[in-house]
């Protein structure tokens, strides 16, 4: 990785400093310079210079110390070794292989905990921080037709009954009773995670089909994880850090509006993450002082792409050896947010994307900014991945390719469908239960239906 030196970014701190220093010495000099009326000092003047030298002396502090952690920042982008970073990945992956989020041996046989805000099986200490936290009761009767939904954050909502794969068991009862669908989707779960808690209930209690949904955190939990860090300005600098994180508790930026949920430390690592060191890194290279590989990106999503197509052949493996239909949906995400990625290509797709009338040629531009994204907050399943999941359609395995029936209808994938990059709108939940239904009525998957 290349970048310019930041020596000029020091020595005009340093030139401010000094011009700030001698400008005053110069008004006080011209000041001096007047006769002076015999009399009792201006007790105003004198504060009021007062101020101005306390006021000068601590903008010159932090312009001094920020242009150091700059220095400081961008010496430890220049020394990123991105074949390190794929070599942790690989590591990374393996051991979440080794540990994966599974329900305890005591749940399963009665029923599971669904969450919506939290991961995890157990019940929030404090309920204000998960307020769907709740027991679903497995308990299906004797000739209930089961289906089974795995994923993450997506497949959930704070209204359990809200959700899709609520709203697709009051579908599938419309016409005739007998069906029972569990959501056993939980936050930050991603395909090998979806993997090993479908497998663990497959083991169990054996449904009739399975749903999966998946593939977003496939690309959030690594990147967040393991990626991104490497590439930030703010958190290769410990000075900055300081200094951003005192100015965020004491006088809460107005940027941070939509993070006012948060509080201390996890608000200011939610802010830098989702709207600064993307917004630093676009300028950054806008200036030409850092360049990121193109190619060390494309090996972390090689990287990525095959961890996620082995857990999901893994899964398919164990519902074919038990005789269980599955149907993979591809994921979708918000399209009209703003990617952040290399060398600013994803926001010129993304702005020609936008500008666009012609309603297929827009989605497929915007697709195109989505797949160059490389610091955006919630980052979405690429379209390498999603490809793949449309080629895995064969006995036992049934691919609702939801991104092609969106488009089918028109569908925006916007804010009024998605409620940030990736996770559904309650109309989005009810269009996609809708669609589900559908699909499982036409290929005449499982059930009788």
Partial sequence: METLTVTPVLLAALGAFVLGVLAVEIVRHLHRGRPRTPGTPNLGKVVGWLVIRVVLGLT?????????????????????????????????LAATREVPILYAKKDLETGFYYTADVGGDEPARDPSLNVANRFVPLDPKRG????????????????????????????????????RVFNFGACTLDTFSVRHRAVQAMERNRPDLVVVYAGHNDWINPYRQVIKPEFFLVWNSPILYQMLEWYYLMFHLPLSNLLSEF?????????????????????????????????????FDRIILEAAQKNVRALLDKARSSGIPVVLVTPVGNLALRPFGIDGSS????????AEKNYRQRIELLLEARDEE????????????????????????????LEKALMDRGFDFDEGDFCDYVHFEIETHRL??????????????????
């Fill in 374 to 401: 490389a610091f955006t907050f919630d980052m979405r399943a690429k379209s390498a991945f999603i490809d793949w999941l449309r080629g895995l359609q064969g006995p036992g395995v049934h691919v609702l390719d």
């Fill in 144 to 179: 209930d037709r089961v289906v089974y939904v795995f994923g993450g954050s997506s497949v959930v909502l704070q209204e359990y009954d809200r959700s899709f794969p609520a709203l697709l068991e009051g579908r599938l009862n419309r016409e005739e009773g007998g069906f």
């Fill in 347 to 354: 926001f010129e797709l993304y702005k020609a994307g936008m």
């Fill in 60 to 92: 010159l502090s932090v312009l001094v110390t920020a242009s150091v952690g700059l220095y400081q920042g961008l010496k430890a982008l220049k020394r990123v070794d991105t074949a390190a970073i794929a070599a942790r990945l690989e590591r990374t």
């Fill in 263 to 299: 509080e201390g430390e996890p608000a200011f690592w939610a802010f830098l993450e989702y709207r600064l060191e993307p917004r630093i890194n676009h300028w950054l290279q806008w200036a030409d002082l850092v360049r990121f590989p193109r190619e060390a990106f494309a090996e």
């Fill in 432 to 449: 996609t239960a809708e669609l589900i239904h559908w699909f499982l009525a036409d290929e005449n998957v499982c059930c009788g239906l």
